[in-house]
């Protein structure tokens, strides 16, 4: 069959078309068969039929015909069930239609429910619509708090940066006020016993000479007093610098300054740690 004939006929009544080529095809074949048995052509028989084999030929053959009889018949009630099926189905519609008449108010209240729904869908389009701006700020507005944010972690980073440089700064000047007073401290004591010292050698060179035999006996112990002098002054100078030195250090180490970071003060502890 073409695409023609398939747009002309519906599925069952090309079946049953088939069906019926099926029959005319079967009961051409019966019919042959029927008049060969019936009246021969002649009494030869043809030379691949054997004559003693005839009578069992012909009896396949009729079982053959009724073989074919029975599924013609088949095919045929197939045909007629289907055939009455589709009528019974085109009709059911007109039955069905007189048992259960349409309300005419229950289908104009669903083409007024129809009618209600496409105008709420089209108040919806509305609104989105109205709505679309409002929804690009949220979004935009979204993003520049997740900046503004990023903004204040950073500033916040550098404050409490800043805040900790402050206060190393300002330890720092702590620190070195502390060593400078003590810087001015030690140069004052130094300059005293300088002074001390200068004015200790004054006396002794201006002291008057009796004799020149007792400025022999008294010149040894005059030089013993002078080196025992001298002796007692550089240890009251180096106890003076071991106490600056030993203040120095726990200044810085309590100022909490990285002094190991620092090349100024690093230099600063090495230089106290050195042996006076």
Known sequence: MTDITNEKYTELELYDLQLYEQLEYLERNIASIEQDLADPPDDSLPDDI???????????????????????????????????ALQSLNASHLVIKNLYPEDPEQRSHLFQEIEKRDDLVSEYLLAFEELRPYQTWIKETEANIIEVQQENRQLMASIIKAEGVAKESALAREATQRIEKLEREAAVKSDALDRQQAASARESSSAPSE???????????????????????????????????????????????????SERWLQVILTVGEEV
């Open 50 to 84: 054997d004559a003693e084999a005839l009578p069992e030929t012909i009896k396949a053959l009729e079982l053959e015909c009724d073989q074919l009889r029975a599924e013609l018949a088949s095919a045929f009630q197939e045909g007629v069930i289907k055939t009455t």
């Open 211 to 261: 004799d020149f035999q007792r400025a022999t006996e008294e010149g040894g112990s005059q030089r013993r007093r002078e080196e025992l002098s001298e002796e007692d002054l550089q240890l009251r100078t180096r106890n003076m610098l071991e106490f600056a030195r030993n203040v120095l250090q726990g200044i810085i180490v309590e100022s909490g300054i990285d002094w190991s970071e």
